[in-house]
C-alpha cells in the first residue's frame, strides 16, 4: 500500500499573495485526491508529527535552527530573494519534514511500501545554515539521516528530478560515503551549482552524480538518463532505500523552466 502524507496545517506557510510557492498549490492536489475516492480508498492517509530540533541538527546548524525559530515573533522575514517567512514558517517546516519522517518510518516498520509526502515548504536548496531557493529545512536530507540513525540502513540513494539543482542535498553528503546522490536537472539554471564534474570529495568521491540538461528536453531525454545512468547505478550500488525529491517544474507549462517533460513522463 502507498502511503501519503498530507494535512492542511501545510496551508499555513505563505511567501506572499503572488509568490510561485503557495498554499494554492498544494490545496489543488489535495482536493484531487478528496475528489478521487477510487485512488484515496487504496492509500494509507499519514499523519505528520512536528520534527525534533535534535533532528533538524543533524544537518543544519544551530543558530540557523534558532534564526527560523526566531521569525515566529514577526510578520515576513526575508530570508534571500526568494524566501521568506510568515510567523507560521518556522512550524510548517517542522512538519514538513516531520512528515517526511513518519513516512520513512512506516515503510521502514512495513506499514505501507512506498509513500509520497506532499507537504511545504520543500528543502532539497536548504543549506546548513541558509535558506534559499523557497526552502527552510533539508527534508530529504534529514530523512536520510533519520534512516541511517534510526534503522542503520547503510546505503541510500536520493534521487532529485527537480528542475533546479538541489546544492542543499549535494552537499549534506558530499564528503560521506553512505548516500548517494543523483540528479537530473535543467544547466545552466539556478542555483548555479551541478556540473557533471561535481562527484563529490574524500570519502563521497563517485557518489554524487549530477546529470546536467540544457532546456528543451523531454520525456525521450529523461528516459534515456534514467536507463543508461541512474539504472546501471543503482544495479551497482545496490541501495537499500531509495529518497525522491519529486519536483514537477520540469513540466512543459512550468513558467520557472525550459523543459517540456508531460504527465505521461513523469509516470
Known amino acids: 500500500m502507498t502511503g501519503i502524507v498530507k494535512d492542511p496545517r501545510y496551508f499555513n506557510h505563505e511567501m506572499g499573495v503572488y509568490h510561485v510557492e503557495s498554499p494554492a498549490r498544494l490545496k489543488t492536489i489535495y482536493?484531487?485526491?478528496e475528489e478521487d475516492k477510487q485512488l484515496t480508498?487504496?492509500?494509507?492517509?499519514?499523519s505528520p508529527r512536528l520534527a525534533q530540533m535534535e533532528e533538524i541538527?543533524?544537518?543544519h546548524e544551530k543558530n540557523y535552527y534558532y534564526l527560523l525559530e526566531s521569525t515566529q515573533a514577526r510578520e515576513r522575514v526575508i530570508l534571500d530573494p526568494d524566501t521568506s517567512t510568515n510567523p507560521s514558517s518556522f512550524q510548517t517546516a517542522r512538519l514538513a519534514?516531520?512528515?517526511?519522517?513518519?513516512a520513512a518510518r512506516a515503510i521502514m516498520e512495513e506499514e505501507i511500501t512506498n509513500a509520497f509526502a506532499l507537504v511545504r515548504p520543500p528543502g532539497h536548496?536548504?543549506?546548513?545554515?541558509?535558506?534559499?531557493g523557497f526552502c527552510l529545512f533539508n527534508n530529504v536530507a534529514i530523512a536520510a539521516e533519520y534512516l541511517k540513525r534510526s534503522y542503520s540502513v547503510d546505503r541510500i540513494v536520493i534521487f532529485d528530478w527537480d528542475v533546479h539543482h538541489g546544492n542543499g542535498t549535494q552537499n549534506a553528503f558530499y564528503n560521506r560515503d553512505d548516500v548517494l546522490y543523483f540528479s537530473?536537472?535543467?544547466y545552466p539554471h539556478y542555483p548555479g551549482t551541478g556540473h557533471w564534474s561535481e562527484i563529490g570529495q574524500g570519502p563521497g568521491q563517485g557518489l554524487?552524480?549530477?546529470c546536467p540538461l540544457q532546456g528543451g528536453k523531454g520525456d525521450a531525454d529523461y528516459l534515456y538518463a534514467l536507463e543508461r545512468l541512474l539504472s546501471p547505478i543503482i544495479d551497482t550500488y545496490q541501495p537499500q532505500f531509495f529518497l525522491v525529491s519529486a519536483g514537477f517544474d520540469p513540466h512543459q507549462a512550468d513558467p520557472l523552466s525550459s523543459m517540456l517533460l508531460t504527465a505521461p513522463g513523469f509516470a
Open 31 to 33: 482536493r484531487a485526491l
Open 41 to 46: 480508498s487504496k492509500l494509507k492517509i499519514i
Open 57 to 59: 541538527l543533524w544537518i
Open 97 to 102: 519534514v516531520g512528515g517526511v519522517l513518519e
Open 125 to 132: 536548496h536548504a543549506e546548513k545554515a541558509r535558506a534559499m
Open 184 to 186: 537530473v536537472h535543467q
Open 208 to 210: 554524487t552524480i549530477n
